[in-house]
Structures are given as structure tokens and as C-alpha cells.
């Protein structure tokens, strides 16, 4: 039964809502009534106090004229006779009180007719009129009155509302319970025949009630419901019925299926007994297994462990393996269970492989071998149809076309290869066969040009492939790449003379040409003239940029060389940012102008790279050979000792020099350069020079200065380092000047006591050699040790190149000296090609800013921007900056701004003779 409480929730409402309503409609009308009657009083009693005060103001008016105070106060307490006046005010033009009234005592006690109600209401009604006479005011009345009235009407109304109430809420009772009646009754009846639907399942009941509302919109909702529901379970019996007879249907034909396959099979159920097997696992195995457990099956057929437990888990799985037959053999067989949907039943099948086995195993074996031969040939074989479609070719073949066999099998062989002989083309796909020229086996030069217009030198055989019965089939090709071995001398011979970027002869065949001129004779009518360039800002663009625009810039230098040259001149990129040409049979003063030319070409190159310009600069060596040199003399190293002089003058220039017996300084071959400095060592015939590092923002605190080294000559003149030090580099002599120049230093500050007393800081340079060797480093711990100076005194400058050549070795170098005391700079700085990734590696203490950069600063603003950069780092990494080549005081003051630590350069002072113990007055060189 359906509870009745599932729908006494209706009836509540039903009663209370008519009770609500009449109560509530007395309410707002009782509260309107009361508003209205509030509202219309109080603007009686406005409007006479308005008429009150007018009439007050036109008396006073004239009295204020004349200013009678008296009079107005008299007039303002008449109205002691009026009722609840609370106040009158009147205020003079300037607003101060002229005269004010306020009521007697008798007046605020008076008896008021609405005290004897049962409650009463006041409020102020306040009225302000001004006091004016033709049009002429004198001031302002206010007049303030408390209206006290009845509520008698009020408390009758209240009366009837509760009376009125109290008769309405009976009736409202009885007309909600009719109303409750009258609508529940229907919804009752309806629920009670949906329970008995409910206990019953004849879906073709249906619910009787006969109504228009929406209570019959619902009864007509739940009988088509019912309707569906009917017809749903009519078409789901008919349906059961139609896959019961397919059911059956199939289950025949699977049977039949089963038995008729020629496989052997077997059914496991989910108990793991097997309950059916067809005949050729009966044949094969010689038993029936329907009355054996899968697992003796199983075990039965001799099958490993693990695919045991595999079907016994009831995975799906295909496995080959080998099992006992009838006869207790060993057989191939592939056991396969596939996944079924049912988990009820399993299915194995075992198919015999033996005999395929072997067959394949035989066919394998033969294919191997044949693969083996035709993939192990260098040569490429491709063999095509009568047709000339293609339809093999080995790993051979593909790189040699660039094609996989996949792509190109069924299609004709032109479209692979043309192969031709002297331009004509020998084998075509319009060709059933080779042309005339072919002879079976025999071996042609030719060439092939690929689908990729590669042209490649082959040796080419082409012969017909033959059938069991002599037929021929198609056409075997053999193809043969000797390109690479015909173009391999070739290549090697231009690589081995060739500069690989730029295209150029490198310094080898530059040197080889120089030695064949020399061999050929030179005389005055046919002399020999050099140019040697060097690139002044190359390493710094290249650092910057990267190696793709050094790249380009070497190419870009090398076109301008190659363009302005004579034709027929050989041209050398020597080293990295060094070229050189060879003037065959030019005077001095022609080689000259192609010197000019040239270099103007170059220093008005204005680099493009990523949208920045960047200035380029190169300096010019040019030496002449105007006779025939009488012994062996090396015209590279000259050469480069021109350009070396280019740049320690100033760099941006030509320095020509002309070969001849006049000439002394390029008469001295490396023989010569070796033999002075030996003689030097032995006489002491170098000459030591400081030059002052001062400190450009601080004040001077002692003395600061770099060790100089230069050599005298038979004359007694001083020789530039730059005539030497290349010299003593290349045949490893740096370690015995650098000894010399250390143990000389070490010498003279110690014979120079007032000047060791006042020494800041002391630099002497280090060459890589030095640097890198183990040796040398003992030498200058026992030297510091015997001479007992202060280490703290001395500071050892290595380049950035000597630490980067031997990383490892530097570092260990430095940190060992460091531990003595002895203070380390990297000097020229920022001209490297690895500066900033290696200075924070490097345990140095000082920064020297290279030259290069600040002798130009004031002109250039990339020079300024690397100083500012470098200056920067350096004081980010804790590092004391030197700035090299301060030439003038205008650098000096660009220096000062940047925030330059140290200056060193004609600018500060010029470099002296370091002698002992007097050096400060010598003179300046």
C-alpha cells in the first residue's frame, strides 16, 4: 500500500493558505488607514502655522526697521495663547537673535484633550518666513510647534481588526478543508491504483481517471509508459527467440567445423578438462584426450614449462616449440591459443611445422649464401627484366644511386641511372638490350649520372641472366664506382696545397713557390717581391661573431687580395688572419703600389654581420729580393718581421724593406737571429727596461712597473723584440731569456735596496714555453727561496694564448707560485678566441686590457665597447684592470670614466733602462 503521508503535505496548505491570506489583507489595509490619517493632520497643522507665522512677520516687520526690540517681544508672546508652541525665533539680517518667545510653564502643563487615550503621537512642525518690507528684509521668524493628537481612531481600528480576525479564521478553516477535499480525492484514487499496478506484473493494466487537469496529463503520462514498456518486452522475447535458433545454428556448424579442420585441436573449459578433440589431433598424437585433465595433456606432449603455465593461465598465446607425436618423436610445431571473448572455453590449436621447417631451413640456407655474396661485392649489381625494369639491387647500388630497392623495383632502369660513354648513352629503357658496344663479361669505362644529377666514373659489364632452361630472363649489371679512387689523388693533391676556407695555397706551396723562384735566379731585371698582411681585428670579430663570420670575413679579405693581384700571382692564406702574395718578376716600387691597392681595399671594408658594422684593418709587410741571395735565407720570416714592425709602429700601415747588400737588418736569416741571441746569453748583451704602470683614480703608493727585454747588435744598437723573440720561439729558447730575465730582475732589486723597500708590484712576462714547464717552475721556487724577496713583490704576465695552449699545466703553474706569495696577470687580454670562457677558470689577479683596443677608443666606439666590457668583467670576477697603450692624456681620461683600475703607455711614462741601483735617472728611450 502506498502511505497516505506521501501526500498529506498538500493538505496543510490547502487549509492554512485562505487563514494566511485574510490576515494578512486586513493588515496592509489597517496600515494604510493609519498612514493616510497621519498624513492629512499633519498638514493641517502646517498650514496654519504658516498663516500664524505670515501674519507674525508682517507686524514685526516695521518694528525691526526700528530696531524696537520691545515691541516685536511683546507681539511674539500673544502667542502664549496658542496651543503647543514650543518656540518663536526672530534673527536680524545678520543672523543673531533680535528677540525670542518661550512658552509659560501653565502653557506646557496644559491639560491636552489626547492624554486620557490610551496612547498618543507628537512631532515638531517647524516654519521659517522672512521678515521683509517692499522688498527690503530685515531678518527671519521661526516659529517651532509640537502637534499632539489622537489616537482614539487608531485604537478603534485595532479593535476591529482583531475582532474582524477572529470571525474570518473559522471560515477560512472550513473553506480550506473543503478545498482539501475536494482536491485530494482525485489523487488518492489515482494512488491507490498505481499500487495495485505495483503489486502485479501484467503490464496491461492501466490507470482509470477521466480528468482534462493536469492530474490527468500525469494518469495519461504513466499509461503510455506501461504501453512501452509492454511493447519492449514483447520485442525482447522475440528477439531471445531468434538468437536462441542462431545459437543453435551455429553451434552445429562450429561442430561440423571443428571436426572437419585439418589442424589439431582441442577445447578446454574453465575447470581445465579438456572435453573435445578433432581427428587429426587423434592422428597426429594416437589418443584421445577427452577424458584427460589439461594439465596431463600437457604433460603428456612434453611441452616446456613456461608455455605450460602460458595456456594454463589461459593467455593468448603463439608459440613455436617442438612436442612427441604418436610415435614419441620429436616434431616443429606452432601452438597458438587465441583470445576468446568467453572465458568459459579455451582453444588450442598445434599445426605441424616440420616439413616446412625443413624446407625453409634449405631455402634459407641458399638465400643466405646468395645475399651473403651479393651484399659482401663492392660492386653494384642490379638486375632488371627483357624489359629493363628493374627488379633487384644490392647495398652497393643503393648508395651508388642514392635509392632503396623498394622505390625503384618495377620501374625502368633509365629512370635510375644513364649510363654513357663520351656523352652517348649506352643503355636506355627504350633498349631491350645492351647496344653493340656490350660484350658479354667485358668490362667498360664510363659514366653514370644519378636521379640526382650526381656524374660518378664506373666500370660497367652488363650480361644476360639465364633460366633453368636457357631462357634468358633479363639482364644482370655490374657497376663499378672508380670515380672517387680517379678523383682521390686529385682531391688530396688540392687539399694538401689549399687552404680549405678561403680556397688559397697554403704557407707549404706558398713556401714551395717561393723556392722554385729562388731556384729559377733572381736579378735585378727579374726581382722577387713579398707582400705579407695581417689582420688587425680578426680574432675580436671572430670571438664576437663566432666562427661562421670569421669565416666569411677571411673569405671576404681573401677575395679583395685575389681581385687586386696580378693574375697568375699565387695567393696564401698563411695562418689564421695572415695572407701573403708572391710577385713574380715585380720591382719594389710596382709591388708597392699592388701593397696600396690592396690595402686601401681592405681598410675601407666595411664589415656587415648581423645588421653591426665592424671596422677592419690590416698592416702590410713587403720585402723586395733584388739579387740573388748568397746563402740560405728564409723570406717568410722577413716577411713577417715587416709586419711586426708594421704594427709596433702604429699598425694600419706598409713596412717595405728591400733585400739587397745595402740592407742589414733583413739580411739576418733565423741562422743569424739564432746565433746573436746565443752570443747574447753568453755576453750578457741584453738590456733590461721597466716602464710605470700608475694608478689612473688612486693615489700612487709605491713603485709599479713591466720588465722589458731587449737585445744589442755588433754595433751596440738595441734591437725590437720583434726581430728576435719570433726567432727564439721558434727554436725554443724562450726558457733560458725568460731564466735570464727573472734571475737579472731578482738581482738588481736586490742590489737596489730602496727601491725594493718602495716596490708595489713587479711584472715580468712568461712565454707558453716557460709556462709549461715543470722544470722552470723549480727554478723560480728556489730562486724566490735563495734570494729571500718578497713574493708578494712580483707579478708573472702570461698571454692568453700561452694558458689556453696547455690549460692543465698553466693552472697548476700558477696556483703553485701563488702559494709562495707571487701575483699572476693575463696580459692582452680579449684578443683570444676563447677569452671569457676561460678567464673565470684561471686563478690570475690581474686583468691587462690588450692595446689593441685602447689605443682607439677615443675613435672607435667597438674598441671603447669591448674596454667598457672587460673592465666590467674584470671587476665582477674581483680583478685589478690594466689598460695597455694609454697613449695620450685624452685615453687616459676615457679610462678614468670608464672606472680603469691601472694605465700603461707612452701616456704614463716612456720605458727606461733598468739598472742597479740608480735607475730613476735614466733617460728615456
Known amino acids: 500500500m502506498i502511505n497516505k503521508r506521501t501526500y498529506s503535505s498538500l493538505g496543510k496548505p490547502l487549509i492554512t493558505t485562505p ?38 512677520a508682517s507686524q514685526i516687520a516695521p518694528l525691526q526697521a526700528y530696531n524696537d526690540e520691545q515691541k516685536v517681544s511683546t507681539i511674539l508672546h500673544q502667542l502664549d495663547n496658542q496651543e503647543n508652541i514650543v518656540k518663536a525665533v526672530v534673527y536680524d539680517i545678520e543672523g543673531n537673535i533680535f528677540a525670542q518667545f518661550t512658552p509659560s510653564a501653565a502653557n506646557k502643563n496644559g491639560q491636552n484633550p489626547a492624554s486620557n487615550t490610551f496612547f498618543s503621537l507628537s ?14 528684509k530685515f531678518g527671519q521668524l521661526i516659529i517651532v510647534q509640537q502637534h499632539t493628537y489622537s489616537l482614539q481612531t487608531i485604537e478603534l481600528l485595532i479593535i476591529a481588526f482583531f475582532a474582524i480576525t477572529l ?13 482539501q477535499k475536494s482536491t485530494l480525492q482525485p489523487i488518492q484514487n489515482v494512488f491507490q491504483q498505481i499500487d495495485d499496478y505495483c503489486n502485479t506484473d501484467d503490464l496491461s493494466l492501466r490507470i482509470t481517471a477521466k480528468r482534462d487537469d493536469e492530474l490527468g496529463y500525469l494518469v495519461d503520462s504513466i499509461n503510455n509508459t506501461h504501453a512501452r514498456f509492454q511493447a519492449r518486452e514483447q520485442l525482447l522475447e522475440k528477439r531471445v527467440t531468434d538468437k536462441n535458433q542462431q545459437f543453435y545454428q551455429t553451434r552445429q556448424l562450429s561442430e561440423q567445423l571443428f571436426e572437419q579442420t585439418i589442424t589439431p585441436t582441442i577445447i578446454v573449459n574453465h575447470k581445465q578438462n579438456t572435453i573435445s578433440n578433432n581427428p587429426p589431433f587423434r592422428r597426429v598424437f594416437g589418443f584421445s584426450c577427452s577424458k584427460l585433465t589439461f594439465v596431463e595433456l600437457l604433460d603428456k606432449i612434453d611441452l616446456t614449462h613456461q608455455i605450460k603455465q602460458d595456456l ?21 610445431v606452432r601452438i597458438s591459443s587465441p583470445e576468446i571473448h568467453s572465458k568459459i572455453y579455451q582453444l588450442i590449436l598445434i599445426e605441424d611445422l616440420s616439413q616446412r621447417k625443413q624446407i625453409e631451413k634449405a631455402l634459407y640456407t641458399e638465400k643466405a649464401m646468395s645475399q651473403t655474396v651479393l651484399d659482401s661485392i663492392g660492386d653494384a649489381v642490379i638486375t632488371t627484366s627483357l624489359n629493363n625494369e628493374i627488379q633487384y639491387m644490392n647495398p652497393a647500388a643503393e648508395q651508388l644511386s642514392g635509392r632503396t630497392q623498394s622505390e625503384v623495383v618495377g620501374l625502368p632502369i633509365s629512370d635510375l641511372i644513364k649510363i654513357l660513354d663520351d656523352n652517348n648513352l649506352l643503355f636506355s629503357s627504350n633498349s631491350q638490350k645492351p647496344n653493340s658496344n656490350q660484350h658479354h663479361n667485358e668490362v667498360l669505362d664510363c659514366f653514370i649520372i644519378t636521379l640526382d644529377g650526381r656524374n660518378r666514373q664506373v666500370e660497367y659489364c652488363v650480361a644476360p641472366l639465364y633460366g633453368e632452361t636457357n631462357m634468358t630472363l633479363g639482364k644482370v649489371i655490374t657497376l663499378r664506382d672508380v670515380s672517387e679512387l680517379r678523383h682521390l689523388a686529385q682531391k688530396m693533391e688540392h687539399h694538401l696545397a689549399h687552404d680549405t676556407v678561403t680556397g688559397l695555397l697554403n704557407r707549404d706551396s706558398f713556401q714551395y713557390h717561393i723556392e722554385r723562384n729562388l731556384s ?45 693581384a696580378r693574375t697568375g700571382d699565387p695567393v696564401s692564406r698563411m695562418e689564421a688572419d695572415k695572407y701573403a702574395v708572391l710577385l713574380q718578376g715585380c720591382p719594389n716600387d710596382r709591388a708597392m703600389s699592388i701593397a696600396e691597392e690592396i690595402y ?62 745595402e740592407t742589414q737588418v733583413l739580411k739576418t736569416s733565423d741562422t743569424t737571429v739564432m746565433s746573436r741571441l746565443n752570443d747574447a746569453l753568453q755576453d750578457y748583451n741584453f738590456e733590461l727596461m721597466f716602464q710605470t704602470i700608475s694608478p689612473i683614480k688612486q693615489p700612487v ?28 720561439e721558434r727554436y725554443n729558447m724562450m726558457q733560458k731569456l725568460d731564466s735570464w730575465v727573472i734571475n737579472t730582475t731578482v738581482s738588481r732589486l736586490i742590489d ?14 712568461l712565454s707558453a714555453q716557460t709556462l709549461h714547464n715543470e722544470m722552470f717552475l723549480d727554478f723560480v721556487t728556489d730562486l724566490f727561496r735563495a734570494a729571500s724577496i718578497p713574493s708578494e713583490k712580483i707579478c708573472f704576465e702570461i698571454t692568453e694564448t700561452a694558458a689556453v695552449s696547455n690549460f692543465t699545466q698553466a693552472v697548476k703553474f700558477i696556483n703553485t707560485l701563488k702559494q709562495t706569495g707571487c701575483r699572476f696577470a693575463l696580459d692582452d687580454f680579449g684578443t683570444g678566441m676563447s677569452s671569457f670562457a676561460y678567464l673565470k677558470k684561471l686563478p690570475v689577479d690581474i686583468l691587462k686590457i690588450d692595446g689593441i683596443f685602447v689605443k682607439n677608443i677615443i675613435n672607435d666606439p667597438i674598441d671603447l665597447t669591448m674596454v667598457k666590457t672587460i673592465n666590467e668583467i674584470g671587476h665582477t670576477m674581483g680583478l685589478k684592470t690594466v689598460a695597455e697603450f694609454a697613449e695620450n692624456q685624452p685615453i687616459i681620461d676615457i679610462l678614468t670614466d670608464i672606472g680603469v683600475d691601472y694605465a700603461q703607455g707612452y701616456g704614463i711614462a716612456k720605458p727606461k733602462t733598468f739598472h742597479s741601483p740608480h735607475h730613476y735617472n735614466q733617460t728615456d728611450i
Open 600 to 661: 686601401t681595399a681592405i681598410n675601407e671594408t666595411d664589415f656587415l654581420w648581423n645588421d653591426k658594422h665592424y671596422e677592419i684593418g690590416v698592416s702590410v709587410g713587403l720585402v723586395t729580393v733584388e739579387e740573388q741571395p748568397e746563402n740560405d735565407i728564409n723570406l717568410i720570416n722577413l716577411c713577417e718581421t715587416a709586419v711586426i714592425n708594421a704594427k709596433e709602429s702604429g699598425g694600419k700601415r706598409i713596412q717595405n724593406h728591400q733585400l739587397n747588400k
Open 701 to 728: 703608493t709605491g713603485e709599479h712597473f713591466e720588465i722589458l727585454l731587449r737585445m744589442r747588435d755588433e754595433d751596440g744598437n738595441l734591437v725590437p723584440p720583434g726581430l728576435f723573440l719570433p726567432t727564439a
Open 520 to 564: 729559377a735566379g733572381i736579378t735585378r731585371d727579374k726581382p722577387l717581391s713579398i707582400l705579407y698582411f695581417d689582420l688587425d681585428k680578426f680574432q675580436l670579430i671572430n670571438s664576437i661573431c663566432g666562427n661562421e663570420a670569421g669565416n666569411q670575413l677571411l673569405k671576404l679579405v681573401a677575395g679583395h687580395i685575389t681581385n687586386t
Open 19 to 56: 487563514i494566511i491570506a485574510v490576515i494578512f489583507s486586513l493588515l496592509i489595509g489597517f496600515v494604510c488607514l493609519q498612514f493616510l490619517h497621519h498624513h492629512i493632520n499633519n498638514k493641517n497643522h502646517t498650514k496654519s502655522l504658516n498663516n500664524l507665522a505670515e501674519l507674525l
Open 167 to 179: 470571525t474570518c479564521i473559522p471560515f477560512g478553516y472550513i473553506l480550506g478543508r473543503r478545498l
Open 123 to 136: 512631532n515638531l512642525i517647524q516654519v521659517e518666513k522672512e521678515i521683509a518690507k517692499k522688498d527690503k
Open 752 to 765: 737596489n735596496k730602496e727601491l725594493l723597500k718602495n716596490l708595489e708590484l713587479c711584472s715580468i712576462n
Open 312 to 332: 594454463l593461465n589461459g593467455q593468448p598465446t603463439i608459440v613455436e616449440t617442438e612436442c612427441l607425436n604418436a610415435d614419441k618423436q620429436q616434431m616443429q
